[in-house]
């Protein structure tokens, strides 16, 4: 061959997806799958006429003569693949990106180049994983010559390419009939998910710090006007997942990602972190930082206006960049933070109470750290609220350190937040929804807000506001169980039976146990009780403890008349929970026998203890008989007037 030489090629690149997180996780798997996917696809090259020009990490650069051929060879291995990960769990599975494209190549040395190589090299890129994404040129090339359908991809912008490409993608034959999953999509860029930090560290047990930091950035980009934040619970599923930027975009609806790691050792942390557009996957800004430890809030604030930066510039107007206002300059009170945080988050009365001692250990070492003493007035009213500590005390010390955290910082969000769940914990619904509203015009991307909100106006009768506010905070954070269940339910409490049918059921994969018990509540309400009961079993093998299992098997087994089944279940929830919570279980069952006089009474001694499942009461169709009687308006009545206005403390 001459030194040099042109000539006309088909070009593949490829990827594998999700590989750099897997091999940073468990780098001897991530060389076994690299290792395998080598072997399925170099016989295959051979087939096609392919000539492998070189690997490219984890993966090919391959030249082909024709576009049908190269087109052909791709649908062939993502076909092998298809199959191979049938048989694999999702964390052992092979997901390849597939770009390919057809111009002028020039060979030298061995080697290819030209810009038919570099627009190849853009378009895998596109291509989700288990796909194979073509430019124009190549789809023209093969179209009336094979039986693949192409779907159009539209024009995109690719780094160092300086027209838009026209591009297309093969539809896969598990993707037939489905087109409109690989139409395109165009997400909001100001949709920002910030994925989970990897931890690096030597140390495992400094996989808090790695968390901590995630939610620290969470918490900083949400204060930005106009960015819309995926919440913690959403992201944090991915830990431990392997799944592409592509995949995890649309199944967030995000249009801009950052990810990065946490490296830990002694007195010195080290941060690195990518800001990428999901659409192109491209890395837009990137950065390393190594410093001491005692600097890692200048990095968390560095790394959030950079970022935050960017992304104003992509919005319609300019707005305010997130807060740096340094909150403590302890690490050791912010390490006690974090941990605490995660304990909270992790739940269980043991949990709870060590999570209070180590804010108070926080606060004595920073009397000035707001957000530890909200959190620290959050601890307290758990504490309260779930029967471990004395209401009273527990209430006025939860009023206490909200307030001292208000008085130190008027404007954080999470105090007006802790306020708010302190002035419903004292049936004081004005101040709940005051505080909540507060909280939301400080940072729009907190969740509970609107969850408190939803319930109030629910309180108030008016559901179709209920139903809103419960779809805005299911937005902000779709992949919380208990969210994507609040979403269903008030579907159905508002009318929208066929709505909270297809929720639960789009859900079932993602929470499967939760759903099976909520679906059989509708189809109960359906009167439909014998697939309510084979939904409550297999309910049961995720949640082989529950109260809700309990009530709701009595409930369907008094209204079949089976008497001695309902006492098995009452029975059953007088060994549940506390005393208080217990009250509403009991009642529904007694319901369900019959019985108005007990279902009442134990509703009025739930409304009394602070218990009381108003929104059940008031809209769950399993009880539409009982409002007809005249103790339903008087209930819900004495309910309401818990909540009327008062005169300021």
Known sequence: MAESERRLAAIMFTDLSGYTALSQRDEAQALKLLEEHREIMRPLFTKFGGREIKTMGDGFLVEFGSSLEATKCAYEAQLALHRRNRDHPPNFRILLKIGIHAGDVIHKAGDVYGDAVNIASRVQA???????????????????????????????????????????????????????????????????????????????????????????????????????????????????????????????????????????????????????????????????????????????????????????????????????????????????????????????????????????????????????????SNCYYQLADSGLAPWKVSMKKAMRFAKIALRLDSELAEAHLALANIHFGGDDLPGTEREARRAIELNPNLTAPYAMLATASAMRGDIESAVKLVETYYELDPLRPTNALDLGIIYLYSGRDELALQHWQSSADLFPGRVHRHLAEYYASKGNYELASQLLVRSRKDFPVSPYYHWLSGYVAGMQGDRQGALRAIRALKKCGSKESRLNWLAFVQYALGDLDSFFELLQRASDSHSLDVLRLMYCPLFRKARIDPRYAQLVASVRKKFEPREKE
């Open 126 to 376: 596109f291509s989700p994983p288990g796909g194979v994404c073509l430019t124009a040129r190549v789809a023209d090339d093969i179209r009336n010559k094979t039986p693949f359908r192409i779907v159009g991809l539209g024009r995109k912008t690719a780094k160092n390419v300086e027209l838009p490409l026209e591009l297309y993608r093969v539809l896969m034959p598990w993707e037939e009939g489905d087109t409109q999953s690989v139409a395109p999509v165009t997400t909001p860029r100001n949709r920002v998910a910030v994925l989970p930090f990897m931890n690096i560290s030597p140390s495992r047990h400094d996989e808090y710090f790695a968390d901590g930091l995630t939610e620290e950035m969470i918490s900083r980009l949400s204060l930005v006007k106009g960015l819309e934040v995926i919440a913690r619970t959403s992201v944090m599923t991915y830990k431990k997942r392997v799944k592409g930027i592509a995949e995890i975009a649309r199944e967030l609806n995000v249009g801009t990602v950052i990810e990065g790691s946490v490296r830990k050792s002694g007195k010195r942390i080290r941060v690195s972190v990518q800001l990428i557009d999901t659409a192109s996957e491209a890395h837009i800004w990137s950065a390393s930082y190594d410093r001491k430890l005692t600097d890692i809030f200048s990095i968390q604030s560095e790394i959030a206006s950079k970022a935050a930066s960017y992304m104003r510039l992509n919005l319609v107007g300019r707005v305010p960049g997130p807060s740096t206002r340094e909150e403590t300059s302890s690490v050791t009170a912010y390490t006690h933070f974090l941990r605490g945080r995660e304990l909270m988050r992790e739940g269980g009365p043991r949990n709870i109470k060590e999570a209070t001692s180590l804010f108070g250990k926080a606060v004595r070492l920073d009397p000035s750290f707001a957000r530890a003493y909200s959190e620290l």
